[in-house]
């Protein structure tokens, strides 16, 4: 799993995840979500472009970052969701709280 | 019998592609379980007379994927003696079988579950962010499956239909 995030000018913080989000790689990326969000960045956006697997661990680590962001006055949202990623977000109903974004733009607006 | 619906699984049709994976059942393995499924699903191409669609191979997957997330976790919990996983893929012409062994610990399937929003009444800050790995194997299969024999050897099949069976 490669994560890197980019601040925008404006704050949001966009978080670029690549490779499966699972057992193995959740407790970075919920580290990572977290340290953001401490930074001063509960404004986040997280690209799931280039993930191809995710399991229920990686669902808890957006779960966590979506508190976390809260917590804080933010928001976490999921821009350019793989159909893998939208069907276990569909088995679990998370996805009325984790809304898929089309695109990062999509995601960016309004926030 | 945790979930079925109505088709019988007493009449075995013929058995199509069968593979066999045993890994050591460490996190850091778990890859190989993606591997095996990419090779099975490419066998399947070869052998049935028409693609799966793309959202059965993904539940399926995933499924497979959260029983073996299980067994690493709870079958051989961090500290414990490492053991083997056995996945068997199978696929038969009306369905798609995994089946799991093991010899770690017992494990107490919890009862079904419904999903974390409705339990917890919509609010984000009680979502749960661990244990929601049976409740979505149990969303995207047929029927699932659990039992340990006389042994000690724990035993998970799970199934999936090529299609919904027709309404009676």
Not at chain 1, 50 to 61: C, K, N, P, Q, Y
């Amino acid at each position: 799993m490669d994560a890197h995030v980019d601040v925008r000018p404006d704050g949001v913080a966009i978080l670029h995840l690549r490779g499966r989000l699972d057992l193995v790689t959740a407790p970075r990326v919920k580290e990572l979500l977290a340290k953001t969000v401490a930074e001063g960045h509960p404004r986040l956006v997280v690209d799931l472009a280039e993930v191809s697997f995710i399991d229920s661990s990686g669902l808890g680590a957006l779960i966590s970052g979506l508190k976390a962001a809260r917590v804080a006055g933010g928001d976490l949202r999921l821009a350019r969701v793989g159909e893998q990623g939208r069907v276990v977000l569909g088995l679990t109903t998370l996805d009325r709280v984790l809304r898929p974004y089309a695109t990062v733009e999509e995601a960016l607006a309004g926030y | 019998m945790l979930r079925s619906r109505r088709r019988s699984l007493a009449t075995r049709p013929p058995l199509l592609a069968e593979s066999t994976l045993v890994i050591v059942a460490v996190p850091e393995r778990l890859a190989a379980v993606h591997e095996a499924l990419e090779r099975f699903w490419a066998t399947l191409d070869r052998v049935l007379p028409s693609r799966l669609q793309e959202a059965m191979r993904l539940q399926f997957a995933t499924a497979v994927i959260e029983i073996a997330n299980n067994i690493v976790q709870h079958a051989y919990p961090p500290g414990s003696a490492p053991g083997l996983l056995q996945l068997q893929l199978r696929c038969y012409a009306d369905r798609v079988e995994a089946r799991f062994t093991d010899r770690g610990g017992a494990y107490a399937l919890p009862p079904a579950l419904p999903s974390p929003l409705e339990s917890e009444g919509g609010g984000i800050m009680e979502l749960p962010e661990a244990g929601m790995g049976l409740l979505i194997a149990r969303a995207a299969l047929d029927r699932l499956d659990y039992q340990r024999d006389q042994r000690g050897t724990n035993r998970w099949r799970l199934v999936k239909w090529f299609a919904e069976p027709a309404e009676h």
